[in-house]
């Protein structure tokens, strides 16, 4: 990455420097233009602004299988569910390194905390395609009462909790990604005070997190009738909480090994014998955690006295789970640490993370409303939109990650220690 | 949905388990919020249904749709009885729907039985309690009403109601609100406040408007006089903490053959309103783990500076 040194004085120089990183433009509109990647993930892109206007014109009723048995569908399941415990990375490194001095892994925070920082940007921009005015989001903040001149803060709700958490935690890790920026921007001040904050940002984050994780998994506590009983537990926001961290592991290694292959450039400095230490240590933190979640999901079971539903259809689905995406991820990450097998820890991390998926459908979407014979299937269009988010991400991970020192460190910065 | 039957104990042991839980989304204080939890004031009006004496008229259904301003059957359409071959639900367009189930009894003395279905108005709303922004209210005189100005439309609330009763307006793309019952106490209802539509159209002397204690003393006398003729079991006496809509039951008929849910009697909130109180009214328990964390940190961190230099790495 040729990044010029010193601030350019003029905008033209500003662009040729930080949006064409020093390549001529037509050679980077060219480029641009004809990456298969970039003509696949475009025509995505401009479906999706088609059934953006198609979403808001029509409704819901137009781009959803929703009904009233079944408010919430896939864009809660994934795009929300799914995308908070995905991100949860940014703060599990981030703990791990500025907490608990595990310094190793520092090179693993930045590409955590824009993936968190992102990931959770995209969760709110995929909740305003579901809220059905998503213009009110700012209305639990305080907005409702300037508006409305009456009381709008729902205390008593779990969502409230989570609106409020995902809202400050959105912030605080964009402070913590900060300095990132103004490295890229050579504002040398803004970074010194930048990076002030980011240490009390970081132990801030890690409250937020451990409360909000687990609130989203208490949001369904109120739907005791509705969640099958396997997955209903008392305990729910524990498994949330849990998982989340699994997942969140999970997701930093599947992402490095993705940088490796996509930006291979910018990390060709790194030690691979060294890159693949940290992921099995990784590995082996998520293989712990995923046997003490196994244990406490039995327990959860035992609690409610459901071991008569296991001989049934959604038994046999809870067992598939257990076996095939808890049980069978820990063990081969256990494998992969004790054969120093960096490759087993990498293919285990995207079964997991599969089984994080699995877990948070299971209990919002398919076995949501067990007992009625109605079931809710995803449109295509619910699809297509979900696909058109995190295509979204994506681009603006990779914009990000071309330009801001995220996987090396910034030559005039260099990390003091 | 699911049958709960929560003892008491179970229930003790379970709200124990949430404490637990609660301690990471915020420990949950062990005092009692017992007090929240108490029926709305005496004075609370409610309607009794005395479901053997339905005949499926649907005259209600006919009532509470003008009275809401929907789309009214004709005569022609409420004879016809062919809309019990499904089970209908209220939707965003009418509030309550009357729906038939085969009835006990032999031979051709076997007559269907009739249940009307509307949102119960419970005394510890699930939905009141989940809605972020507090839309749901449970009026002191028994209404649960919904404030559509203040409504993002995340639909929590459709998702806690343990009655399933919410319904969501999914064809209106700009301003979609929650619709239900709302006990004929909403804005330009004819009925506003008083006795409502379809306790006033009813032919039959099914529905009973009244103070719940009254209606509930009634409802008591009325299985005490005729025990040949109801179950002696009040639905919505206890079940989720109570509810403004009270049931009796032809005798011989169970309620969950006649599609109610077998609920227990804790309200659903209880739960995570525990939770709730732990952050929002006692902020302790976040700010203790707060400066936990500082002080890990603090001596975690071998000196000033080459913490500033990690922190930015
Ligand atoms: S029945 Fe449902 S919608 Fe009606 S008051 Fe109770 S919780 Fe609310
Ligand atoms: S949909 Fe509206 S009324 Fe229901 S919980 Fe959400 S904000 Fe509250
Ligand atoms: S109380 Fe009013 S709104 Fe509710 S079912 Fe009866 S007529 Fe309809």
Known sequence: ?417 | MVIVNVSRRGFLKKAGAVGLGGSLVGLAPDKAIASEVIAASDDSMGVLVDIPNCIGCRECEAACNEANGFEVPTEEELKDKSVFAEHRRPGPHNHTTVNQFPGGGDGVEARPIYVKANCFHCNKPACVSACIVGAFRKLESGPVVYDAWKCMGCRYCMVACPFGIPTYEYDNPLTPQVRKCTLCSNEGNPNKGGVPACVKTCPKECLTYGKRNDLLARAHEKIRSEPDAYATHVYGEHEVGGTSWLYLAPKGASFEELGFLKLGTAPPPLRTERIQHGIFKYFIPPLAWYGLLGAVMWVARPNADAAMGKAES
């Open chain 1, 1 to 417: 990455m040729a990044e010029c040194s010193g601030r350019p004085t003029t905008w033209k120089a500003w662009l040729a420097g930080k949006w064409y990183m020093d390549q001529a433009p037509g050679d980077y509109w060219r480029a641009v233009f004809t990456s298969p990647f970039n003509i696949i993930t475009g025509i995505i892109i401009c479906v999706g602004l088609v059934l953006t206007v198609v979403r808001f014109t029509q409704g819901l009723e137009a781009t959803t299988n929703l009904t009233n048995d079944y408010p919430w569908g896939l864009w809660i399941g994934f795009d929300v569910l799914c995308g908070v415990a995905l991100a949860a990375g940014g703060f599990v490194i981030g703990s791990a390194v500025h907490l608990f001095g595990m310094h190793r892994y520092h090179s693993l925070v930045r590409p955590a905390i824009l993936t968190g920082f992102l990931g959770y940007f995209f969760v709110v921009v995929g909740l305003c395609f579901d809220l059905g005015r998503p213009w009110r989001l700012p209305y639990p903040m305080g907005a409702g009462y300037v508006v409305t001149g009456s009381n709008s803060f729902g205390v008593t709700s779990v969502m409230f909790l989570v609106g409020w958490h995902v809202a400050v935690y959105l912030t605080v890790q964009f402070l913590e990604f900060c300095p990132a920026v103004f490295e890229w921007l050579d504002r040398k001040t803004l970074r010194k005070w930048a990076i002030r904050i980011t240490i009390g940002a970081t132990v801030f984050g890690v409250i937020l997190s451990t409360l909000h994780q687990s609130a989203l998994g208490a949001l369904f506590l109120l739907a005791e009738g509705k969640v099958h009983p396997l997955w209903y537990s008392p305990f729910i926001p524990v498994f949330f909480f849990i998982s989340a961290v699994v997942g969140g592991l999970s997701m930093v290694i599947f992402e490095s090994m993705l940088s490796h292959r996509v930006f291979h450039s910018q990390v060709a400095h790194h030690d691979p014998a060294e890159a693949d230490r940290l992921v099995i240590g990784l590995g082996k933190a998520a293989s712990v955690l995923l046997f003490t979640y196994f244990c406490l999901k039995w327990i959860g079971v035992a609690d409610g006295q459901h071991w008569d539903l296991l001989n049934t259809p959604y038994g046999y689905w809870f067992l598939v789970e257990m076996f095939g995406f808890v049980l069978l991820p820990c063990l081969l990450y256990a494998l992969g640490v004790r054969r120093q097998s960096a490759s087993l820890v990498r293919f285990t991390s995207v079964l997991t993370v599969l089984g994080i998926v699995l877990n948070r459908l299971n209990v919002s979407i398919i076995t949501f409303q067990w007992n009625l014979e109605d079931r809710y299937f995803p449109r295509w269009t619910e699809f297509a939109i979900t696909v058109f988010v995190v295509t979204l991400g994506l681009w603006t991970f990779r914009f990000m990650v071309n330009r801001m020192p995220v996987l090396y460190d910034h030559p005039d910065y260099p990390p003091e220690h």
